[in-house]
C-alpha cells in the first residue's frame, strides 16, 4: 500500500532511524503507524545501544532549584556541541534535573553503587531474614529481589519517570539517544536539599 | 582494621560528631557501625545541646548556572526563616555560589579535610623536602606552612573572596552574621564543571 510521505518523517523523527529503514517499517505494517514505531523503536535503540561505545564528552551542565530548598546539579553528555545546543537535549537535561529533585536517587546507575554498600545492604536483609526463621539455605534466593528493588529505588536511570510513570528515567534517556541520533549519557549528579543529611 | 571513608562520613552526618571522632569511634568498634553510631549519638547529642538555641537550622540553598557548563549548589544556614528572606542574606547566598563556580573549592572549611587526605599531602610534602636534602629534623618545620597554604586554597572560607580579595569567603560570612545578627553556616555545597573529573 501507499506509504506517506509525512509518516515516514514522524517516523524518522520519532525513532531515530533512516528515511528507507521507516518507509519499509511503514510498508511491512501496512501503513500502521503505531506498529511501525514499536517495531523501529527497537531498531532505533538498538542502534543507539551500538553508540554506547561512541564517546559523550560534549553536553551542558543543567542546574534547577525548588523554592530555594532543593537544589540540583546534573551533567549530561552527548557527543557534539551541535546536540548539546539544540532544544530537545536542554529540555531533556532539564527534565531529569527536575526529576532528581523529586525523586532524590543516590547513585546514576546500579554501576555507582560502592561495593561496601551493596555488601551492607546485603547483610542487613539476610540478617533480617534470617532473624524471621527463613531456612540458611533459602536465604540469598530471598533477599536477591528484596536486594535488587532497595538499590533500583536508589538509581536514577531504574527510577519511574517523574513525568511518566510507565517508562524508567533510562528508557527515556535512551529515547533521546534515538531522536538525536548520538550517544546521551547521565554522567553524574549532585542533590542538596535544606537541613537533609547529605 | 580499615574504616571506610563512606562509614565515617555517614556516621557524621548522622550523629553531628566531627571527622576526627567519627573515624575514632569506628576504629574503636573495630568497624561495627551500628555500636559507633550509638556511642556517637549520645556524644553528639551531649554537643548539640551545649550550642544551645543558637543552632543554625534556616536557610537557603542557592544554585548558580554558568554557561551550562559549571553548576553550583550551595547550602547556607541562618536561624530563622525571617532573615532566610532577608535580600541580604539571598545576595550572599548568591555570592557565595557564584565565588565556588569560579574558585572551585574541594571543602567547606579545614575541618572538612579528611584525615586521610592530611596524611596524604604531609607525606608528599615532608617527602618532596627530604629529597631536596633538608635536615631531618627541619622537615615537619620547612613543611608545615606549605601544608597549610595548599589547603587554604582549597577551603571555601579560606580563600580570598573574588569579589574583594582583601578577605576571605569566612570573612566576607562572618560580616552577613554581625550585620543579620544571626549565625550564618556555610553548610556544603557541590560543583560540577562539564568535562572535568569529579
Redesign the interface.
Known sequence: MAVSIEDIKRLRELSGVGMTDAKKALEETNGDFDAALKAMRTKGLTKAEKRGEREA?Q???????HD????????V?CETDFV?RNEIF?DLVKDVAMHIAASSPQYVSSDDI?A??RE?VAAEFNEKAANDGKPAEMIEKITAGQIQKYFAERCLLDQPYIKNPDVTVGDYVKDHNARLGENIVVR????????E??
Chains 1, 2 share one sequence.
Open positions: 564528552r553536553g551542558i551542565v543543567g542546574t534547577y532549584n530555594s530548598r532543593i537544589g540540583v546539579i546534573v551533567e553528555n548539546a536542554t560502592p561496601e554498600e551492607r553524574r549528579f549532585s542533590r542538596i536539599a535544606l537541613g543529611a547529605a
